[in-house]
Nanobody
């Protein structure tokens, strides 16, 4: 089955930036629509951004203009560049297919705090 390994999270001050990476393996990367999702403490997992196999990107309203999703076929990696981070961006970030599989990777923790 397709596997997702996320990395790049950390602790950052409000207004800061982070770049998340997700290596996708055991699947037809070139033909997958891929997305980033997050779960804040006490909340349900929510959609953040997606990129189609034709490189069309869409974003949740809360992150539009601050986050950018991209992918690199050569290393089967999808990225999430996050700028102007806010405390409400805190959460565990995951990547998955769009629509999602019924399993998830381990995620990477993003904490935005002063």
């Amino acid at each position: 089955q397709v596997q997702f390994v996320e990395s790049g999270g950390g602790l950052v001050q409000p207004g800061g930036s982070l770049r998340l990476s997700c290596v996708v393996s055991r699947g037809p990367f070139r033909f997958l629509d891929l997305g980033w999702y997050r779960r804040a403490p006490g909340n349900e997992r929510e959609f953040v951004a997606r990129i189609t196999h034709t490189d069309i990107d869409t974003y949740a309203t809360s992150v539009k203009g601050r986050f950018t999703i991209s992918r690199e076929i050569a290393n089967t990696t999808v990225y999430l560049q996050m700028t102007n981070l806010k405390p409400e961006d805190t959460g565990l970030y995951y990547c998955n297919r769009v629509p999602v599989f019924n399993y998830w990777g381990q995620g990477t923790q993003v904490t935005v705090s002063s």
